[in-house]
């Protein structure tokens, strides 16, 4: 099969690979379409070590090799036998398998999983609509542990990926929706996809914003998604006293917080961590049209072009880049 292989940090190599055996309980997905995010990058700069050679890729489309049946690829899954395990917590299982990071992933024309993480695709619903299903499941597990209720206001902070479909889950929830971003750039773009109010940091003081557009001292509920040490800070500046901050982005650096304002505010700080049974919610949100994936999806590239997809997701015009396999 064809694959691009990654021998080592950018060292990214289109080449003949093996065809993956399925064991038991596992089976073989031809990938029609596949993602190309920022782990991703980070494993092809070398930033997040990996076992070489790898092949990358977990946001995943495709059709069982046996069947035809079209797929989409749950790409994460534990040992099921963990204390962790056994009491739900999955998602933070110690020995959690991800495809395209411990194992090998989906920039190839084959891919081997379990067979419990192929979903099968809705009906009259594209292929390209369906890539974003990952992420979004990660949105939807930050959203709910975020708790919303219908008339809330929120904010998102940034605007990449699960910003934008952060947005759209919090309004499927019934909320008002502020998104912040660190530019412009976006942001019409969010108001296109329901965003109630959009500010960027240019644009004045988040206390300030979050005031005028709650109509109150900030808003109930905040899901930051960029993934910076700033963003933190942001999402605290913008929240209410008593409120909610949904933390779903992993900084890579140390982060300030500013505790006082946690405990005299009364501020809950929750973590969210991928997914547990968000999935199937995702792909429900996606199939109802409650969720528009297209427009994120800026950029199509074909496997033996790889290269320049890596380059592509780095240029200011992009949000997610696909591969067309």
């Known amino acids: 099969m064809k694959a691009a292989v990654l021998h080592g940090p950018r060292d990214l190599r289109v080449e003949s690979a093996p065809a993956p055996e399925p064991g038991t309980g596992e089976v073989l997905v031809n990938v029609t379409l596949a993602g190309l995010c920022g782990t991703d990058y980070r494993i092809w700069t070398g930033k997040r070590p990996v076992r070489y050679p790898r092949i990358m890729g977990h946001e995943l489309v495709g059709r069982l090799v046996d069947t035809g049946e079209r797929v989409v690829v749950e790409p994460n899954f534990s040992c099921g036998q963990c204390s962790l395990c056994q009491e739900g917590n999955r998602n933070l299982c110690l020995a959690r398998t991800a495809v395209g990071i411990d194992v090998d992933g989906g920039f190839a024309e084959l ?3 379990p067979s419990p993480c192929c979903w099968p ?15 979004l499941a990660v949105v939807v597990r930050a959203v709910n542990r975020g708790a919303p209720n219908a008339g809330e206001t929120a904010a998102v902070v940034g605007a990449g990926t699960l910003g934008l479909l952060a947005l759209q889950v919090l309004r499927a929830r019934g909320a008002r929706v502020l998104v912040v ?3 412009h750039r976006r ?3 969010a108001r296109g996809l329901g ?29 930051e998604t960029a993934g910076a040490a700033e963003a933190v800070t942001q999402a605290l500046e913008l929240v209410r006293p008593g409120g909610r901050v949904v933390l779903t982005g992993l900084p ?13 505010r009364e501020v809950t700080l929750i973590g969210s961590m991928i997914y547990q049974g968000e999935f199937g919610e995702a792909l429900r949100l996606v199939a109802s049209g409650a969720v528009r994936t ?32």
Request: aromatic residues 6%.
């Open 181 to 183: 971003s660190r530019t």
């Open 294 to 325: 297209r427009p994120l999806v800026t950029h199509h590239f074909t496997l033996d072009a790889i290269g320049e997809a890596f380059v592509a997701h780095t240029d200011s015009s992009s949000i997610k880049v696909a591969l067309v396999i």
């Open 195 to 223: 965003a109630d109010g959009i500010h960027a940091l240019s644009d004045g003081p988040l206390d300030v914003a979050a005031c005028r557009f709650s109509r109150r001292e900030g808003v109930d509920l905040v899901v």
């Open 121 to 135: 695709a809705p009906a009259n619903v594209a292929d390209e609509d369906l890539l974003l299903t990952e992420p």
């Open 111 to 113: 891919v081997r999983v």
């Open 252 to 264: 890579h650096e140390p982060t300030r917080v500013p505790f006082f304002n946690v405990v005299r």
């Open 187 to 189: 942001l019409d773009l």
